[in-house]
């Protein structure tokens, strides 16, 4: 037992004892015994209430700063000590797999293609906040099956011997829109029923030598039938098109793929008014999908009146006038694809003539796998690959069982084709693929590589990698630092902004509500798009040019695009594309709580919690999670009528001390956030479905209130060390004291996310040596994400 009792025996016990067990904690009889981690975990509660300064309560007088010093010195020791050395003798991490996200890039960049495949395997289990956690990527018999089915989804998608497809390199026209142009051709009047008069055709377009103006949402009408995409694969798609009768606004327009079960968003972006404008992406097509254009806030003039109602001749409101859209596909510069080299190593081919016809599947083939050597092709092309999946040169005798499963299918008469098909399956569902390999103490040159790989890009890693960890020097601090950089300036880099900040931030909620449509009709899927691509763009803005994580809390600037520039009533902003955009001075916004995506996934779709607010932002951005609320404590009922505000509700869940001593720091912050909805829209006023005066506002000209404004908003609080807040501004300006704790709490989530393990308790003097090293050179962003990466956490298992 550390000699802890004496200061226990003055500060804790009298409501800590077997009589009274305060938070039902008998301090008097708790013994020392790290290793059951119940007893382990109940004193670190204790080091971090007294080092907190929460125990002994402000009510009881306070121990003297040397006295508290020493308590805490004389039990950190021994707690460190055990943790320690357990992570010497086991590591931190514990043996981790490949998440979903990590195996579908993984096998992308093995095998070099891009067909979708995490959707096959089960969700991850996240913990500690990230789906890189070893404690919840477990295996279960159903992930083993699914493992097979991905791997041979991606073979098939891999070897590809067929002819090399058509494909289609077209200009389209809705002018050739059969369902467009029955509607244009057919009579205005003429009726569909001879016995009902009101059954009148009405012509839903105009049309002009050079295009067709649309003024419908209905995808029906404007989907492109007459595009038959060939096959799955990789499609360029252009179009042009422009706003029409909008009094010189944009409109935005949307293009989807669709299959008639599933319509997705494949890009979208703005058309000027009466000046057509060309846009070009490219998408994957999955071959049964044809592709619809699509645009909101059309089909109304501004009297109301409906498109349906008044017919294309006479209707003023606005609509889109598309020329052209243009399809080429599928996009591959050799043939047979690089995937299958990739897959199979450098073998032979042998093209197939007419004379020489076969058929796979009914469909023809047009090379045939010529080995000359099969069995050494086997040999060779097993060991290469494995090699490559296991992201380490192979041990002796490594491969002898893939090659002796595709060996034993040779001697059963199969094929070159089949029998390497086999050894790829066993190698892409076994463990040393699917786990990263990692052992207690300094990591090896090749586990440094991968796991900086799988940090930073949520992959293998590259040749590049490879090499620095076949030649040692990746242990070199300035190699890595070098090979950091080098990957922080890749595209590649973009999966560590998804990954990272999505699960962070909690940005993979954003659907986990759907607002009001009633209260919160302005929002749409452009809306919600962009609220997510805020907060990525501002991280990688942060991380690009290493500006200090204080612009989390508080930054002059926002990256905007015109759909959120819209909702943030930013004028001047045009154009899809996220930019920076400079705020202006007394702005509510700036850095990320006053962005839509946090406000949304902290709120449900009807009213907001200072509750949810206030325990996101200490646990997000100071890493001070709030204990769970008490069973017996029941939630808060939306009240949409306009009659309490959620302030009032809240009254009661602080009348008893110990909701109290909670609620204390947990709703500051919300009440802070008052002044946004559950969209992240500024307000003054709650909304309300049965009280107060119409809302007055429009969007792209439409008027779209549904609600009515209800009662004021009050953003003031006081936070638990007595400082007052008048609004978000005031609030963020108190925050900023506490940067050095934001900077703390960020380093411990990317310690998390990179090495796969919570933040332990012996971990937190490595913690506070990564966050003081990068305060010291200007708490940069990315000079925090360098400190990590150097960092002995992240450099052993």
């Known amino acids: 037992m550390p000699p802890v009792a004496p200061f226990l025996e003055q500060h804790c016990t009298e409501c800590h004892d077997g009589d009274v067990k305060k938070g039902g904690l008998d301090l008097s009889a708790l013994k020392f015994a790290p290793d059951d981690k119940k007893n382990f975990d109940t004193w670190v509660k204790v080091f971090d209430r007294v080092g907190k300064g929460e125990m002994p309560p402000a009510k009881k007088p306070r121990p003297e700063a040397g006295d508290q010093r020493q308590f805490l010195a004389a039990l950190k020791t021994p707690l460190s000590g055990y943790e320690r050395a357990q992570q010497a003798n086991n590591g931190r991490t514990l043996l981790r797999r490949l998440n979903r996200t990590e195996y579908e890039n993984t096998v992308h960049d093995l095998l070099g293609i891009s067909l979708p495949l995490k959707h096959i395997l089960p969700e991850d289990t996240p913990m500690h906040g990230f789906d890189t956690v070893a404690e919840g990527l477990r295996f279960s018999q159903l992930q083993i099956e699914k493992y097979l089915e991905a791997a041979d989804a991606a073979l098939d998608a891999a070897i590809v011997l067929s002819r090399r497809p058509e494909g289609i390199n077209k200009r389209y026209s809705y002018k050739d829109e059969p369902a467009i142009r029955k509607n244009l051709d057919t ?46 694969g990789l499609y360029r798609i252009r179009l042009s098109g422009n706003a029409f009768q909008t009094e010189g606004q944009p409109l935005t327009v949307m293009v989807y793929a669709n299959n008639y079960k599933l319509k ?47 017919g294309a001749a006479e209707f ?16 591959a510069s050799e043939w047979p694809p690089a995937s299958l080299k990739k897959a199979l190593g450098d073998v032979p081919l042998k093209e197939l003539d007419e004379k020489q016809r076969k058929f796979r599947d009914g469909k023809p083939l047009g090379y045939e796998l010529a080995p000359q050597d099969v069995r050494q092709s086997v040999s060779t092309g097993l060991q290469s690959f494995a090699s490559r999946a296991f992201r380490r040169p192979l041990e002796a005798d490594e491969a002898a069982p893939y090659i002796a499963l595709a060996t034993q299918a040779l001697d059963a008469g199969r094929g070159f084709e089949e029998a390497m098909r086999l050894g790829l399956r066993a190698i892409l569902t076994s463990p040393a693929f699917l786990l990263l390999e990692e052992h207690p ?17 949520s992959s293998m890693p590259d040749d590049e990698l490879m090499k620095a960890a076949a030649s040692g020097q990746i242990l070199k601090s300035a190699v890595l630092k070098a090979q950091t950089e080098r990957l922080l300036k890749s595209p590649r880099s973009a999966a560590f902004v998804t990954n990272f900040v999505g699960q962070w931030l909690e940005l993979r909620n954003i659907d986990a509500t759907a607002p009001d449509a009633k209260l919160y009709p302005e929002y749409d899927m452009l809306l919600k798009l962009g609220m997510v691509t805020e907060t990525e763009a501002f991280f990688s803005e942060l991380l690009k040019h290493n500006l200090p994580v204080a612009n989390f809390i508080q930054s002059d600037f926002a990256m905007l695009n015109n759909r959120l520039a819209e909702h943030y009533e930013v004028p001047g902003i045009s154009g899809e594309q996220f930019r920076r955009v400079s705020l202006p001075a007394g702005s509510p916004r700036g850095g990320v709580l006053t962005h839509a995506s946090v406000l949304k996934v902290t709120a449900n779709g009807t009213v907001t919690s200072p509750v949810l607010r206030g325990a996101w ?38 009348d008893s001390e110990s909701c109290a001593s909670c609620h204390k720091n947990i709703d500051p912050p919300g ?46 609080g006081e936070l638990a060390d007595g400082r007052t807040f008048k609004d978000i501004r005031d609030f ?9 704790q934001v900077l703390r709490a960020l380093a411990g989530s990317l310690v998390t996310y990179g090495t796969g393990a919570g933040i332990q308790f012996a971990d937190r003097e490595a913690i506070d040596t990564i966050a003081n090293q990068t305060q010291a050179e200007g708490s940069g962003l990315r000079t925090l994400v360098h400190a990590v990466v150097q960092s002995p956490l992240f450099l052993s298992k």
């Open 732 to 740: 963020k300006q108190l925050l900023l004291g506490q940067q050095d």
């Open 671 to 716: 009440f802070a956030l008052e002044s946004f909805d559950v969209i992240g829209g500024y307000r003054e006023n709650y909304r309300s479905n049965e009280k107060g005066a119409n809302a007055k506002r429009k969007l792209r000209g439409q008027n779209i209130w549904q609600y009515k404004e209800g009662l004021p908003v009050d953003a003031s």
């Open 316 to 331: 003023q409101g606005s609509g889109i006038a598309m020329q052209w859209i243009e399809v080429e596909g599928p996009l």
């Open 187 to 232: 009579p205005p009047g003429t009726l569909s029923d001879k016995t009902n008069p009101k059954s009148g055709h009405r012509v839903m377009f105009r049309e002009t030598d050079k295009e067709v103006i649309m003024f419908t949402t209905g995808d029906y009408l404007v989907g492109l039938k007459q595009c038959r995409i060939p096959g799955p």
């Open 441 to 457: 103490g300094r990591l090896s040159p090749y586990a440094v590589a991968s796991r900086l790989s799988y940090f930073l890009t």
């Open 264 to 310: 997705r968003l494949l890009s979208y972006c703005e058309l000027p008014a009466d000046k057509p404008r060309e846009f070009e992406f490219t998408a994957r097509l999955d071959g049964t999908e044809h592709i619809v254009v699509n645009c909101d806030y059309v089909g109304r003039d501004k009297k109301g009146q409906n498109i349906y109602n008044v």
């Open 617 to 654: 932002v200490m646990k997000h951005l100071l890493g001070q999670p709030p204990p769970p609320p008490p069973a017996s404590v029941g939630g808060i009922e939306p009240d949409t009528r306009g009659s309490t505000t959620i302030r009032e509700q809240l009254t009661k869940h602080r």
